[in-house]
């Protein structure tokens, strides 16, 4: 009698917690924007490049590190980026003009490429069976969701004790402690010999000739640009536009007395409604189509975002925005490197994915970017906001047309 393998190993604890802290790192950035630009009078462009450039780096180191992992090692590559990381946080910390913070943050950049999805995922799809994966890198998936909860209140709760150059500092430690999980993330090679036997430039020549792939990245576009705006911005918009918590009530007696605070817990509340999001696209992932689950997902973003723009805000509808969007914020992430993994094999699902995931920090560049360049010169967020609404509904449509066919494996040919 067969017997199913189990899902929770060790390889699979291990890379969640690294992408765990990465995440709520990554995921607090926001809450400095106010700090950062009040301590030094800056227009919120400023830092709001800085975190786009990051986001920007990230979206090329993706690829660099998927494919780094696959030629020297996943653990070495992980170790990379959390030295990039934990250095370029150091740097930050001591960072006084905004040329400074924007080169640092292409290193941390490069950090949260070296321990995020792109690596991690392509590790743990590896380690998984078949009918195991697509939840494993759910889970995966959610523990990124995890950090984003406690990250930002990690934060708004050391910048009421610490300056913000010493919160910096303290994450900078933080990542360098995942280390200590890495002897648990021994990486499976494939089973399959012809996978083994492929080369890189076969396979990722294939993909990119295949438009299923290129539809697959265009699609990823508006996840960045969505996800990485609010992100970046939501604290802040919530704390200058939401109407107020009036004392007495439920948000009160937790303790939530400013709408600076309540941006943050909006964070977190996505970061919570996206653990069982994700939890559920990764078994639904196992079962449907990835593609029209997607499509799904990008058409339920588009709804939540244009219903919140339309509507008063206040915190209630902030906390109802929040829990709606959390339960679809990184639910595409198991789906589309399953959905890679799946049409690709996974030989080099990190380098594909890495690559498809560039289109996502694209758009989270603009995200970030045009968020603060925007406010500054239309003193509001509604612009950038529409613009991620239409972008949403365009990348529902986008994924209608991908073929969910495996594509034939050919291995190198003889020297």
């Known amino acids: 009698m067969s017997t199913r393998a189990p899902i929770l190993t060790p390889i699979l604890l291990a890379g969640s917690f690294v992408v ?72 930050s910390a001591g960072a006084t003009l905004p040329i400074q913070h924007q080169l640092y943050e292409v290193l ?37 969701s995890a950090g984003q909860v406690l990250g930002p209140p990690l934060a708004e709760g050391l910048l009421a004790l610490i300056p913000w150059q010493g919160v910096f500092l303290a994450f900078a430690a933080l990542i360098l402690a995942t280390l200590m999980v890495l002897p648990w993330m021994r990486s499976p090679a494939p089973a399959s010999k012809v996978e083994l036997e492929e080369s890189m430039g076969t396979v990722v020549l294939g993909a990119l000739r295949d438009p299923s792939f290129a539809l697959i990245f265009i699609g990823f576009f508006s996840c960045g640009y969505q996800l990485a705006f609010v992100t970046a911005h939501f604290p802040a918009f919530v704390a200058e536009i939401c109407g107020p918590i009036m004392p007495g009530g439920v948000l009160h007696s937790m303790g939530i007395t400013t709408t600076s605070a309540l941006g943050a817990v909006a964070i977190s509340l996505i970061g919570l409604g996206n653990i069982a999001g994700t939890l559920a696209a990764g078994w639904a992932g196992q079962r449907y189509s990835k593609k029209y689950l997607l499509a799904g997902i990008y058409t339920g973003r588009t709804i939540a975002a244009a219903w919140f723009i339309l509507t008063p805000m206040t915190p209630s509808t902030v906390l109802v925005f929040s829990a709606v969007m959390g339960s679809l914020w990184l639910a595409t992430v198991p789906l589309t490197s399953g959905l890679v993994a799946h049409l690709y094999g996974l030989r080099y699902m990190g380098t594909l994915y890495g690559i498809v995931f560039l289109s996502h920090q694209l ?18 967020y509604d612009l950038v906001w529409w613009i991620g609404v239409g972008i949403g509904a365009f990348s529902a449509i986008v994924h209608l047309p991908i073929r969910e066919t495996a594509r034939p494996v050919v291995a190198a040919s003889p020297a």
């Not at 975190?51 to 494919?67: S, V």
């Not at 995200?367 to 509001?380: I, P, Q, S």
């Open 20 to 91: 765990l802290v990465g995440f709520a790192i990554r995921a607090s950035f926001g809450v400095f924007q106010l700090p950062i630009a009040t301590e030094f009078g800056w227009l919120r462009a400023e830092f709001s490049l800085a975190i786009a450039i990051q986001n920007l780096a990230w979206g090329f180191g993706q690829p660099l590190f998927g494919a780094l992992a696959e030629k020297i090692g996943d653990r070495k590559a992980i170790i990379l980026g959390a030295l990039c990381y934990a250095v370029g946080l150091v740097l």
């Open 108 to 144: 941390v950049g490069f950090g949260i490429a070296g321990t995020g999805f792109g690596v991690v995922l392509a590790v743990v799809g590896r380690a998984s069976s078949a009918e195991n994966r697509s939840m494993s890198l759910a889970i995966v998936t959610a523990a990124g």
């Open 363 to 380: 758009g989270a560049f603009f995200g970030v970017w045009l968020g603060g360049a925007l406010y500054d010169v239309y003193g509001g």
